[in-house]
């Protein structure tokens, strides 16, 4: 299942601690009404089953929209919820196995942190990639040095896949993600973190909205 154009656009990534419990799927569709392209779900305080159940939650509360969720990392939560597909780091296993294990019609994220490893994705069975952390970011403790957005660019160059940029990223980065030639940008604080995550995600493409 190929991605189609402008999915990656804008591509939220959820976070347990800024998009809680019964919250959360009100979160994500104010989101995607707001112009989120596509969901990850993540968190990792929760099992297999945790996943699951917010995955289908979301899957269920954003039929009819056409945008696409992914789990991220846990496989068999991505086969089991029913999700559009999984999301895997460096550090996840093989990508090929995660490959073989989803099957041809699911989607397949894959993280690079360098110009080394996306040439070494190029061939993974990987639909696109995520390229970061662009900048810092306070979401996630354990991330690599900060690429910036030169980096970024180098990076999208040696890809020759779709690419979504990720890392301390809000709607006054679209015009330099661009210019990088990224496909688009994931977010986490810059919309969950946000007490209208309708209006933060517009923000970010106000072109496009009506």
Same mark, same amino acid.
């Given at each position: 299942m190929g991605l189609m154009q402008g999915e990656l656009q804008l591509y939220l990534v959820t976070d347990p601690m800024?998009?809680?419990?019964?919250t959360l799927v009100e979160q994500v569709r104010a989101a995607v009404a707001g112009g989120v392209t596509m969901v990850q779900i993540r968190d990792k305080r929760v099992g297999t089953a945790g996943l699951?159940?917010?995955t289908r939650a979301v899957i269920t509360a954003l039929v009819g929209t056409g945008v696409r969720v992914v789990?991220?990392? =846990?496989?068999e939560a991505a086969i089991t919820s029913g999700a559009d597909g999984a999301h895997i780091g460096q550090d996840d296993g093989d990508p090929r196995a995660a490959r073989a294990r989803l099957g041809p019609g699911k989607i397949l994220g894959l993280s690079c942190e360098s110009e080394t490893l996306v040439r070494a994705?190029?061939?993974?069975?990987?639909?696109y990639l995520g390229l970061g952390p662009v900048f810092a970011t306070a979401t996630k403790s354990d991330h690599k040095t900060p690429i910036g957005l030169d980096g970024l660019a180098a990076m999208v160059a040696a890809s020759g896949l779709p690419t979504v940029a990720i890392g301390g990223l809000n709607a006054s980065h679209v =015009?330099?993600?661009?210019?990088?030639?990224?496909?688009g940008l994931?977010?986490?604080s810059a919309?969950?973190?946000?007490?209208?995550p309708r209006a933060a995600a517009a923000a970010f493409y106000p072109e496009v909205r009506p």
């Open positions: 800024l998009c809680p419990g019964p699951v159940e917010q789990v991220n990392d =846990d496989l994705a190029r061939d993974s069975g990987a639909d =015009d330099g993600v661009r210019a990088a030639g990224a496909d994931a977010v986490v919309i969950c973190g946000t007490p209208d």
